[in-house]
């Protein structure tokens, strides 16, 4: 009980509001969301590059004669 007491004379009247995602740094729910959309179409698109850079690589090249694969 002694630190719940502290906490609520040391914070005053923000007392039992949520706290900042990261201190000093306030982040809003929209900007927080919007990170996450776009993070994760980056993400998205990083794997789809690698699928595309390994087929062309692997088939496309060698099909065309670009060069050949070694064993």
Same mark, same amino acid.
């Given at each position: 009980?002694?630190?719940?007491?502290?906490?609520?004379? %040391? @914070?005053? %009247?923000?007392?039992?509001?949520? %706290?900042? $995602?990261?201190?000093?740094?306030?982040?809003?729910?929209?900007?927080?969301?919007?990170? $996450?959309?776009? /993070? /994760?179409?980056?993400?998205?698109?990083?794997?789809? @590059?690698?699928?595309?850079?390994?087929?062309?690589?692997?088939?496309?090249?060698?099909?065309?004669?670009?060069?050949? @694969?070694?064993?």
């Amino acid at each position: 009980m002694g630190e719940s007491r502290r906490r609520r004379e %040391e @914070l005053g %009247e923000k007392y039992g509001q949520p %706290e900042p $995602v990261m201190r000093g740094i306030p982040i809003s729910k929209e900007t927080a969301a919007k990170f $996450v959309t776009w /993070s /994760s179409r980056g993400a998205w698109a990083g794997i789809i @590059l690698m699928v595309a850079a390994w087929l062309t690589i692997r088939f496309i090249g060698p099909g065309f004669g670009w060069w050949t @694969l070694t064993n």
